[in-house]
């Protein structure tokens, strides 16, 4: 009973040896993440669709993974291998880097590309072409009717309105916070809210001002106004892919891959395909294919 007690053990253990060692020989695999808007979704299947056609790697998409945070520490920790950043998120928000000069798109760029390179161990590779600012939207009669066309026009009615905005947003210092210190602007009232409904709560009049992304294609589907920001408060946006060092050292080749992006999404092309899921509502995965076809960037 003793010897076949033993030789049982014998067998599980070399089972479970001959299983790790599969595991390890098809681990050739790259995670790639998102935050959770439609923006993210769009960008996360592009990188997903474009390296598995042109690598024998698999590929898991997993957009919606949470906010800011959640994401930029998923990949530092090597959850994930890599996603779209946002410039003005990472030098402000990621890197808490607030008295810097935010006015030079390249300048941003350069700073932080820098920085991720020699302290973070992660890769920023190019700029994929469009700049998705943070803006405040009010429908367009609402805002006609207060006669609210900037930033510091808002701020005299403000006391009297209400703003929809994710939880994030109400706590970074490149939102909420520092709006209130650059403008002195003090709502009635702050909703947070998932970055989509803050759009529905505007057009269906639960709130009157919401943060928007310059590039969301819900601001002209649901007769939105964005406002000038008359002393340029949100820095440049610029959407970069950022990748751990690692994984570029185990598979260079994605570097030229990811890079063939690079300059070829306006904000007029990511808005419209924005718009594809939010308004359309086509699947994210088969907009970016598409996309990626029309581009001849897949076949």
């Known amino acids: 009973m003793k010897k076949i007690s033993l030789f049982l053990v014998f067998v599980l253990l070399m089972g479970s040896i001959v299983g790790c060692s599969t595991a390890q020989g098809s681990e050739d695999k790259i995670v790639i993440g998102g935050k959770n808007f439609t923006e993210q979704e769009i960008l996360t299947h592009l990188l997903a669709v474009l390296i598995e056609n042109k690598t024998d790697l698999e590929v898991e998409a997993k957009p919606y993974l949470g906010g800011t945070n959640v994401v930029a520490k998923a ?35 350069n700073k932080v590309k820098k920085i991720y390179d020699e302290e973070k161990d992660l890769a920023v590779l190019e700029p994929l072409g469009f700049n998705n ?12 009717e207060l006669g609210i066309k900037t930033y510091s026009d808002l701020v005299k009615h403000a006391s009297n309105l209400v703003l929809a905005c994710t939880q994030e947003f109400a706590e970074r210092p490149d939102g909420y916070k520092g709006l209130k210190k650059t403008y002195g602007m003090e709502f009635k009232d702050v909703k947070g809210m998932d970055p989509g409904l803050t759009y529905k709560a505007v057009r269906d009049d639960k709130v009157d001002v919401n943060t928007a ?56 092309t990511m808005a419209k395909l924005n718009a594809q899921v939010d308004i359309e509502k086509k699947d994210a995965r088969e907009v ?12």
């Open 213 to 268: 992304f310059a590039t969301d294609g819900r601001i002209p589907a649901f007769g939105l106004k964005v406002l000038k920001d008359d002393k340029n408060f949100f820095p440049p946006y610029h959407a970069v892919p950022v990748v751990r060092k690692d994984t570029l050292e185990k598979y260079p080749e994605l570097k030229d891959i990811i890079n063939s992006l690079a300059g070829k999404l306006d904000d007029s």
């Open 133 to 144: 600012t943070y803006a405040l939207a009010m429908k367009k009669e609402k805002a006609e």
């Open 75 to 109: 990949v530092e920790s090597g959850d994930l291998d890599l996603y779209v950043e946002y410039t003005g998120t990472m030098l402000l928000s990621i890197l808490g880097l607030k008295d810097e000069d935010i006015s030079n798109p390249d300048k941003v760029y």
């Open 288 to 299: 970016a294919r598409e996309w990626l076809k029309s581009e001849g960037l897949i076949d």
